[in-house]
């Protein structure tokens, strides 16, 4: 049974390849090893019939068996397989086949299954027209061996390739011949390569070109892509060492194909992180960067904040340890993706400090805030009762002569650059001698206050004056002392301080006052937020001892009890520092009770 096989498989193989005869003579095949194929009879030779095969070498290339190139003869009989010897039915190119593509592969095909071991390098050679060996690539499958060249051929030069006698089918049977035939080559074609891509084709050229001819290099017309690079152009060079060129650049055609590899270069992605920031939006780069292309650093246009630093540009490393940046400036893009960290530097902190600025009694405000350049200080009150004998607490000055910026409590202003110190204002009120308005002589000596009537000050005020927004409130202005007075006494209101007026202790008296500051939404009473319990040298500009229960002008002063009113000055004689000055209205005398006790007060403000 393996006979007939075997001899069916010859008989089909070469009747297959008989068909391929251009000339349409069955009796030929293309190889250069010709063959004749012709009946027999049965016989000595095939006791049942069977084909007798004449093979041969074309000597005179007249692609013709001639009788004398006739050089072995095999025959293969029905039912059995008297060839001895393996051999070549086919090849391509074909016998002095001429302008073979300068890339082709070579192909010999067998009429048996052959050995693999036995073709290789040494048995399957290609040869230039100076009998240079040409290196290949050669594999085996079945019953085919394919031979494939390392380079592109040579344009329009001529070839052999030899298969060796020694190669064995797999009955370890050698052909016994060397397999010679001759081709020769065509034009050069530009041939385009994806080199890796994963989408899109190739451009393709169709045009032939001898040597000195020029093409002009295509685009990328097919789209190719390839995942996380970007297309840059075309080299000779797989590995991209070759020469490079671009669409439309032209190259001149040396002696064969032209190979063009497509030029993939990875893409880097420039990143901004915040760093910590509180708000805002890290920048954008949506570009792709090749390697050593410049990359323009982008500034903070997303307005990132981060609470009590200020932004002080870019860094390769998150600690700062890396390459800093700034807006505008050039990186040089490198292999891999660059994230930029934003830098942050903690703002300097500023603090204000209070001055009592000569107080003899109380404490000055603690603001433990601490600020940086451009936040809003909001000035505090007197909430430590400094107190200054012989003058009157007005608010605070940036500078201790009061030469600076005036502030009341409540005023607001933007820290600079540096630590404030605001110091307290005192009013120099000893050198005020107020007309007494006493108007009677108790002796013929001159000297006494009748004699001095409206001397050296006179008395003035202005009011009471109802306020333009706040119509609630009264004032009544000194305008020999400039101080503005709440025309009423604590617990009284309106132009007539009606009401019940209230007694205070004197810490209690105090708080009334500064109270009036954050009345009216913080406004202040009457749009002033300068209250306070008088001084003592305030108060003291009140009482007219020309009037008696009360001492003290009513129409300016409405509904004033004859009794005593607290100063926020303490009597320095006291061992407790416990006793307060205070002013009885009754008669304009002077005592100082313990701070404990209960009495009547009248906020004042200003000087304005």
Known sequence: ??????????????????????????????????????????????????????????????????????????????????????????????????DVNLSASLRAVFNTEMDPDTVNVATFTLKDQSSSSVSGVISYNGTTALFQPVEPLKIKKKYSFTLSSIIKNLLDIETGYDHTIYFTTGNATALYRANGADNGTVPVDGNSYDEGDIVTVMGNEGSLEKSDHVFIGWN??????????????????IDTNI???????????????????????????????????????????????????????????QDGSGIGYSAGSILKMGITDITLYAQWTELPKYIVIYDGNGN??????VDNNEYMETMEVTVMENTGNLLNDGDGFVGWNTAANGSGIDYVAGDIFSMGTSDVTLFAKWLFLVYLVMDTGQTEDYTTTFGEDSDYINVPDTRSYTGPTQHSTYIN???????VTKLLWKTCSEGLTGAACTGTVV???????????????????????????DWRLPAIEELETLPDYGKHDPAINEVYFPGTVSNQYWSSSKWAGSTSLLDIWIIDFRDGSTADPSATVEAFSRCVAGPE
């Not at 009796?27 to 016989?43: K, M």
């Not at 409130?473 to 305008?479: A, G, V």
């Not at 913080?522 to 937020?529: H, Q, V």
Request: proline fraction near 4%; charged fraction near 20%.
């Open 259 to 317: 190979i063009l590899y497509a030029m993939w270069a990875e893409k880097y992605k420039v990143f901004y992180d915040g760093n910590g920031a509180d708000s805002g939006n890290v920048p954008v780069d949506s570009n792709d960067y090749l390697y050593d292309q410049d990359v323009t650093i982008k500034g903070n246009d997303g307005n990132l904040v981060k609470d009590l630093y200020s932004f002080t540009g870019w860094n390769t490393e």
């Open 236 to 253: 000779t060079r797989q590995d991209l060492s070759g020469d490079s060129y671009a669409d439309g650049d032209m190259l001149s055609v």
């Open 1 to 98: 049974m393996k006979k007939i096989a075997i001899s069916l498989i010859i008989l089909s193989t070469l009747s297959i390849f008989s068909c391929d005869d251009p000339g349409n003579d069955p009796s030929t095949v293309f190889s250069s090893l010709f063959v004749n194929r012709s009946q027999i009879d049965p016989g000595p030779i095939c006791l049942t019939g069977g084909v007798q095969i004449d093979m041969g070498f074309d000597q005179n290339q007249n692609n013709v068996l001639d009788s004398n190139e006739i050089t072995k003869t095999e025959y293969v009989c029905n039912g059995e397989d008297a060839s001895s010897h393996p051999f070549v039915v086919y090849t391509s190119p074909t016998p002095n086949e001429s």
């Open 473 to 479: 409130d009264y004032t009544t202005k000194d305008n």
């Open 360 to 365: 003899t009694d109380g404490s000055v405000p």
């Open 503 to 529: 007694a205070y202790s004197w810490e209690n008296a105090k708080t009334t006052c500064t109270a009036l500051n954050s009345v009216n939404s913080n406004s202040g009473y009457a749009g002033r937020t």
